[in-house]
């Protein structure tokens, strides 16, 4: 049988290759509260493999840095250890080599790839839902490297167990490490991110003009590098010097957005009119379905509706974890595919909220 174009590729390069970006590194990771622990878990992690934080999981939205920092992890363990066999893939890459050797009846090639690892770094296992001899197949693959004592670094947009259609037993497997979240950058992060990425494009960012747009980009750190680029072309075609002027010009068209934001203060009032309840019930601890069902709606909303980070709602909904924000969220969610009077009502709040 053939072998899989990438396998022989790797046997043809004398070596393996670890698809890694070798620019992705803790060096150009700007750290924050909000990525602190999961940092400093990998940073353990890549210093001494096969031990503690296996597996390590890390979980959060687009764009807030889990593959800068998986990435990371390998090119950590390959400048203080190069013969390490370091592999870095994305979850549609090991469905589309498990299809491969099914079509190609190459398993004994792919168990060599995946099964003799020191490290393996895969991204976005929720691409796996549904996905039955995948998952089959990594939960073997899964086994044989913690046998080993070798390291397995995932990423998700959900913590293991709020991960659907994927099997129990890999679930278990997913959060019997470590597994830490990634958040929303805070301001003073977003003004170190801007400041970092314009000295990498040899340009300067005045702090002034990093925090004017950092307050008015919040969500993640992809729409701050998109921002910044904007900020950049224009300073470069008008052939001007980068001010916070200059910054509002570039950016026009999102900040006439932001200007139109919703606040969580606003959908609480509004929800809390809409359920015929207190606005200050929605701060409380009262536990009474009557209570707690429009709280959780409102928390869905603030998420869905606002830039704000997790635990930024859960301090504006009476100093909650941050956890309770995600429940709240992931089952409002969940419920709204299934039952139409919910979703009507939610499309009610949020085309009053919209105007």
Do not use: C, W
């Not at 210093?47 to 593959?67: A, E, S």
């Not at 340009?203 to 998109?226: D, H, I, Q, T, W």
């Not at 709240?328 to 979703?343: D, H, M, P, Y």
């Amino acid at each position: 049988a053939a072998e899989p174009p990438e396998l022989a590729e790797d046997a043809a390069a004398g070596g393996f290759k670890n698809r890694l970006n070798t620019a992705l590194t803790f060096d150009t990771l700007v750290e924050g509260t909000a990525n602190r622990m999961a940092r400093a878990a990998a940073m353990h992690v890549s210093g001494t493999p096969g031990h503690l934080y296996n597996p390590l999981f890390i979980y959060g939205g687009v764009g807030l840095g889990k593959t800068h920092l998986v990435h990371a992890v390998g090119n950590k363990l390959l400048a203080d250890k190069p013969g390490s066999k370091v592999l870095y893939i994305h979850a549609e890459q090991f469905v589309s080599d498990v299809v491969k050797a099914y079509q190609r009846k190459t398993f004994d090639e792919f168990k060599d790839k995946y099964h003799s690892l020191d490290l393996l770094l895969i991204d976005d296992v929720q691409f796996f839902a549904n996905k039955d001899r995948t998952q089959e197949e990594f939960f073997n693959a899964f086994e044989a490297l913690l046998a080993k004592k070798s390291h397995i670094v995932m990423t998700s947009d959900t913590y293991p167990k709020g991960l659907a259609d994927i099997h129990e037993r890999l679930v278990s497997r997913f959060d019997s490490g470590l597994t830490v979240a990634i958040e929303p950058p805070e301001l003073e992060m977003r003004v170190a991110i801007l400041i970092n990425k314009a000295k990498a494009e040899s340009a300067e960012m005045p702090e002034e003009v990093a925090f004017f747009v950092a307050k008015n980009v919040r969500s993640n750190v992809r729409e701050l590098e998109g921002a910044l680029r904007k900020i950049l072309a224009y300073s470069r075609f008008n052939q001007k010097e980068v001010s916070i002027q200059l910054a509002r010009e570039a950016l026009r068209d999102l900040l006439s957005i932001q200007n139109r934001q919703i606040s969580v203060e606003n959908i609480q009032k509004t929800v809390a009119d809409y359920y015929k309840i207190k606005v200050a019930d929605m701060y409380s601890k009262k536990r009474p379905a009557s209570i707690a069902r429009p709280r959780q709606i409102a928390m869905y909303l603030a998420k869905e509706l606002t830039q704000k980070s997790l635990p930024e709602i859960g301090e504006l909904f009476g100093g909650r974890d941050h956890t309770t924000v995600l429940h709240a969220v992931r089952k409002i969610g969940a419920e709204r595919q299934n039952v139409s009077e919910l979703n009507q009502q939610l499309h009610v709040l949020e085309q009053t909220l919209k105007g």
